[in-house]
């Protein structure tokens, strides 16, 4: 709300990176931006799932009753060089957990899956939606879709073959499916993603296994 009285005041174009996580736990898939999602209102997630559909609700009353110029962007799972190496999500941990010689660890049976998008995709999808004409909501995601036991095969082969699953109980509300529809993003923005997880991951490797082996190498 502060942002756009910010942007009523100045007159600015207003980006709202939403999520791909307002579907909730889809029942309909792949995800179009016309499904209005599967949500838990006072689930353990519900705090970030809600919290996004309010701000996409709050940019569009801003963009209907005060002229407000908007664009809404609902990210799918992003992965690339220079993320935060114990952020918790999934690819991170993977990697990490891999260089360092841990088992990676998969909730649940691992057959829950996730799209996963190299940064330098999603960064061409959001300049094309700052600088086009419509406001949106766009799915900015890889339509590839992996299962979790897939995406540790593909660190697995990346980084260490011999690198050991450990399976834990699935954390609450995990959502079991997905996977962006991104005709609307082709159509009106020219975009889709350019990037295949084989061709990105080795990239986030090479920046993870710098700061992992030069931070150890520093404290000794």
Sequence with gaps: MNMLGLAKRVGARFLLTSTSEVYGDPLQHPQAETYWGNVNPIGVRSCYDEGKRTAETLTMDYHRGAGIEVRIARIFNTYGPRMSIDDGRVVSNFVAQALRKEPLTVYGDGKQTRSFQYVSDLVEGLMRLMEGDHVGPFNLGNPGEFTMLELAEVVQETIDRNAKIEFRPNTEDDPHKR????????????????????????????????RIFGDQTSAE
């Design 179 to 210: 996977r962006p529809d991104i005709t609307k993003a082709k159509q009106l923005l020219g975009w889709e993603p350019t990037v295949s997880l084989r061709k990105g991951l080795p990239l986030m490797v090479s920046d993870f296994r710098q």
